[in-house]
């Protein structure tokens, strides 16, 4: 009875605290890692906090190609955002949209309601682009989120059975090519992955084809693939993902992408499926705020990460764009939208405190890239390291960082699993049973 | 190397076979209960068997209800088919949908190839039906497959989110009402766990609604819930829904389905979700045997489970309609399908050998139905229990029955997890964002 009393008295002093507030009001738009690190460190403070997100859930993204190559489950990756921020009263979290911002009036517009705000911290993020050439997507999906993880692994899995169905049929065979476009960390992990899933997990499921005559074609534009990781590291990606079975192509430029087949100039390859991870695009609400955006649509933010003119306006993660003290561009990953996000709550705090702001500061810690099984390259600092051991660190590393205690234990299980068996545990194709540009598509037809 | 010329030889040896078979082949319809059991046992005799499904894995799904209500994921419940039958290297696995029968030529047409028999198994089983009302569906999703799960866990979880912003907006508010109709096993897992999820785990995540004052109606049209069940047991499942807080309405035909709201005569009870339990009917592929059908679809069998004029020809499963010495039709459950597949296979292996078929009996083990955490009733014989015993035994027996070590392991850490901490680990939003009926559904213009 006290306990039902104690509710009661919580709800009715939350209602009010929303009607009368007179504490700071914030605003977050995303809740990926920048807007959730911002959140819960701001949590702590007497403000009043209104997390927005086009999803309810958080998605953990480093590990979505897992997701994409059947090795993890969508709930092992993503938790809701109201399960996340459950202990902080002064987190609403509001599943919407945001259109547009009123920065004279201090308002984020939704369509069917405003957001008041005295900080707004816009952590919008990015998502795949494709140079311009947007008609590309149906034929070549990348990987941003659940539903693209999803839609990947229906393609990656049908493939293998349409082939066998066409084998089966005696009708023309197509060859079974995969065609990653683009070498950066995602075109890696999903070739090394693919090649594993073709050569080890499905080697000895099928009767009419070999899963092991799979090609995997990685094309990368520039010189080398893992651009921004140093050249040794590059070198050795390579040849773990040539180890693998990889066709790694660098220095190839893809001109055109059709249904089941891209083009490199007059040169044509075939493919039963293309993969997307060459360009990334910020989220169009960058643009939103008047302030100057570089080419890819990122917002040009001060060292504080203020933008200019409105110095209670915040862009963090992927959406900034923001130069080390080298010169250097601060590269678009989770870490550095982490610390962005404590960065701004702590200039909060300060603000509200009557402390002068300071600038951001970017502590490289490290960066790693997973190739496949035991096989990845990490540098730290001056530390270059690959095979086994680097995968060791990357595997903990994530797992440490995957939110929700169940979650770790799961996922440490399903890889466990997965190392031991060469099994993977999500092999489920779900939704539309064709692919683009397959002619066996005409068995939806009645 | 040994190995791997034993390899070659395995494929050039399955080639062969194919090509040249002379042994008997048979043709299965359908990877569920009854398929996966015939062609498993039949898999240790000298035959050539083909295993055809829409789908390329197996579900659980006495546990679908779990994944449309956020408890389980996806593949948590299900296993691809060519993993289950590895094995086997006389089971050919086949993606494709089944559309006609040559029974006199004794092949099956697929729109792309036929595939010839000697035996043919047809376990298509059932889909939910709307009584002629198929234009209710889009209103009110059934349960039968993986997506039908997700479609309604994205319904359940995103009338909460968009009620939330319905309430911050300061709009109309409808009212929170969940209506399930059905009162079938399914119906009533349905009305339980939605109970719980309102009442425990989304309680004191919202800010401007309070989810506990959700409503949950279950509607049935015949004098009880859970007819099939005895009388003793049906009072005690709606004994256990009502302690949950859900409204059980017996005697109540839904006349009229539509956006937001289903009619009963002349009373309209406005809904914020409508799930469908009410209906099954047979696969369509029923009729195309020819064979005598039931109301609902169901082929008329003979007692060894072949259609009559065709000894070659079985039926088993959601498909078969067969009673038993008493004359009472054999229901359409999980176990009734596993016996059946396994008395065809007995079936086929006596012919084979030379000796008479027997009929089919089937063994009835016991009844389970659960209501929700810790909530079921069960008859064993003359037993009948209800509560925590009857819950423990549905959950040992349902994941002794799973597919896969590793899926069982999982599926008891996250029941664990949730009996300890009234947390569901799978509660994503995928795909749309709005519902029908919903006034925030405008959201999705620009």
């Not at 009001?25 to 997390?51: E, K």
Request: one cysteine or more.
């Amino acid at each position: 009875m006290l306990l039902f009393c104690f509710r009661i008295l919580t709800v009715s002093d939350r209602v009010h605290a929303l009607a009368t507030d007179s504490k700071p009001r914030i605003a977050i738009i995303g809740a990926g890692f920048g807007g959730l690190q911002a959140a819960l460190h701001l949590a702590r403070l007497p403000v009043q906090i209104t997390l927005i997100d086009r999803r309810n859930h958080h998605t953990f993204q480093p590990l979505l190609y897992q997701v994409a190559t059947a090795g993890l489950s969508p709930a092992e990756i993503a938790a809701p955002i109201r399960w996340i921020v459950r202990g902080h009263p002064n987190i609403d979290v509001l599943l919407g949209e945001v259109q547009d911002f009123d920065l004279a009036q201090r308002r984020v517009k939704l369509p069917d309601l405003e957001i008041p705000y005295d900080y707004l911290i816009v952590a919008a993020g990015a998502s795949h682009a494709y140079f311009g050439h947007d008609e590309w997507e149906p034929f070549a999906p990348g990987l941003k989120t659940i539903e693209d993880a999803l839609e990947i692994r229906r393609r990656v899995l049908l493939a293998f059975e349409l082939d066998e169905r066409q084998a089966a049929s005696g009708g023309p065979q197509q060859p079974l090519n995969f065609v990653i476009v683009g070498g950066g960390p995602t075109g890696v992990e999903l070739a090394g992955t693919l090649a594993e899933i073709s050569r080890r997990v499905l080697a000895n499921e099928f009767t009419s084809i070999d899963p092991k005559s799979t090609r995997i074609i990685l094309l990368e534009g520039g010189p080398r693939i893992l651009l921004t990781y140093p050249a040794d590291l590059s070198r050795s990606a390579e040849e773990q993902l040539r180890h693998l079975g990889v066709d790694v192509r660098t220095s190839t430029m893809v001109t055109d992408v059709e249904a089941g087949a891209v083009r490199m100039g007059e040169s044509r390859l075939s493919a039963a499926v293309i993969l997307w991870a060459a360009g990334v695009a910020a989220s169009p609400l960058g643009k939103k705020l008047g302030a100057p955006i570089d080419r890819a649509g990122r917002v040009l933010v001060n060292p504080d990460l203020s933008i200019p003119s409105h110095p209670e306006v915040f862009v963090i993660g992927d959406l900034a764009s923001l130069k080390d003290e080298g010169g250097k561009i601060i590269p678009g990953v989770a870490p550095v939208a982490m610390q962005e996000g404590r960065a701004v709550a702590g200039n909060i705090k300060r603000e509200l405190h009557g402390e002068p702001r300071r600038n951001f500061h970017y502590v490289n810690k490290g960066n790693l890239a997973t190739i496949g099984r035991a096989a990845a390259v990490a540098e730290f600092g001056k530390v270059h390291i690959s095979g086994f051991l680097a995968w060791l660190s990357w595997l903990f590393i994530h797992i440490f960082f995957l939110i929700g205690f169940r979650n770790r234990i799961i996922v440490l299980i399903q890889w466990a699993w997965s190392y031991l068996t060469y099994e993977r545990g999500a092999r489920l194709i779900t939704g539309d049973q064709t692919l683009p540009g397959w002619t066996v598509s005409k068995n939806k037809e009645p």
